[in-house]
């Protein structure tokens, strides 16, 4: 259970980025609790999704979502953040500790990939969503279309209000490679959050080289992709316990 007191004397700032298809709404039941806990908590929704999705444009591209992320910073004039990325969100977070690295005191990476310098999302994604974007690409289009919250493994109570809230994804995200320096491994705090019961062997790959990293630390959660909707008490006992 998380609680203030004792537990977390002092405030502390949390950056939470969505992942592919979602937006900030996601985060809503862990940025209650650590807001409750007395924290400070910004989520928000990249360009061209969620209720910025009248914002979707053929320009997007990665280089949009990492200055979403560091501009949010910069003009809140956030420091010591512990800067959470979930899934997709491993891209733009990573590439955004590049510009921000002497702001974030702490990385935590929820069922997220990983990349390395040059790589581009649509290398490392699962084949559903491989597929999905050369389709889209095929015919032109700047978008694709989300999966059901099923295939993330939402639990059964919320997949209809996921569902309900999914929107379609900007392709050129997917296509441009990332630019690193290797910022992100030097964060001092960092932490790798596995569901496994999501296949994803870019994950898999991940979690395992970082629990045999000493300057990592890792967690197993047993719920779906979405831990943020399907274990949000867990998730928020998880970036205290980093933070």
């Known amino acids: 259970m998380v609680s203030g007191g004792a537990a977390t004397p002092a405030r502390k700032t949390f950056v939470l980025v969505h992942g592919a298809w979602h937006g900030g709404w996601?985060?809503?039941?862990?940025?209650?609790l650590l807001e409750k806990a007395g924290h400070r908590v910004f989520a928000p929704t990249l360009t061209g999704l969620g209720e910025r999705s009248h914002l979707l444009?053929?320009?997007?591209?990665?280089d949009t979502h990492i200055a979403d992320i560091v501009n949010l910073v910069k003009w809140e004039d956030l420091g010591g953040v512990v800067l959470a990325a979930h899934s997709y969100a491993g891209f733009p977070v990573?590439?955004?500790?590049?510009?921000?690295?002497?702001r974030v005191a702490a990385a935590v990476f929820i069922d997220a990939f990983l990349p390395?310098?040059?790589?581009?999302?649509?290398d490392l994604?699962?084949?559903?969503t491989r597929k999905a974007t050369m389709e889209a690409v095929a015919k032109g289009?700047?978008?694709q279309p989300p999966p059901p919250a099923a295939r993330f493994g939402v639990n059964e109570r919320d997949r209809a209000w996921v569902d309900s809230k999914?929107?379609?994804?900007?392709?050129?995200?997917?296509?441009q490679p990332i630019k690193l320096t290797g910022a992100r491994e030097r964060v001092a705090k960092k932490i790798y959050i596995r569901a496994p019961q999501y296949p994803q062997p870019a994950f898999d790959k991940y979690y395992l080289a970082k629990k045999a990293d000493p300057s990592w630390r890792t967690?197993?959660?047993?719920?779906?992709?979405d831990v943020m909707i399907d274990m949000p008490e867990r998730l928020a006992e998880m970036l205290l316990e980093v933070a």
């Open 26 to 32: 996601c985060w809503r039941r862990v940025a209650d």
């Open 57 to 62: 444009h053929r320009d997007i591209n990665l």
């Open 94 to 102: 990573s590439g955004a500790i590049e510009q921000i690295f002497d």
């Open 116 to 122: 390395e310098d040059g790589q581009k999302s649509l």
């Open 125 to 128: 994604a699962s084949d559903f």
């Open 141 to 143: 289009e700047i978008s």
């Open 166 to 175: 999914l929107t379609p994804h900007p392709v050129g995200v997917q296509l």
């Open 219 to 225: 967690y197993g959660v047993l719920c779906g992709h």
